[in-house]
């Protein structure tokens, strides 16, 4: 079973980047996409983007189209979210999710394995 562990919060003033990255740990992710989600206090979790086994598709959110950047390494070892122009209403708990296939999507019932979620505050 693959398990997967977020790093890169932290607290960021408004404009500024962070990268927040995706790592299974004992084992690859195994021709799965990969997708980021956040939740922010009082909302429901929500898509942010996803990225395709192979790389080659990309899907964002329209809130951060543009500002945020999602990849692999070659070794589709470690997924990366680049997170530019942060603005306040980015801050929230970042969760990386695995999907059950290969392809991308923004519905969460479509990935079954989680992380803990890493926490990125932006202020104003």
């Known amino acids: 079973q693959v398990q997967v562990v977020e790093s890169g919060g932290g607290l960021v003033q408004a404009g500024g980047s962070l990268r927040l990255s995706c790592t299974p740990s004992g084992r690859t992710f195994s021709n799965r996409a990969v997708g980021w989600f956040r939740q922010a206090p009082g909302k429901e979790r929500e898509f942010v983007a996803s990225i395709s086994w192979g790389g080659g598709q990309t899907y964002y959110a329209d809130s951060v189209k543009g500002r945020f950047t999602v990849s692999r390494d070659n070794a589709k070892t470690t997924v990366y979210l680049q997170m530019n122009s942060l603005k306040p209403e980015d801050t929230a708990i970042y969760y990386c999710?695995?999907?059950?296939?290969?392809?991308?999507?923004?519905?969460?019932?479509?990935?079954?394995?989680w992380g803990q979620g890493t926490q990125v505050t932006v202020s104003s």
């Open positions: 999710a695995v999907s059950a296939s290969g392809w991308v999507s923004r519905n969460r019932r479509d990935y079954d394995i």
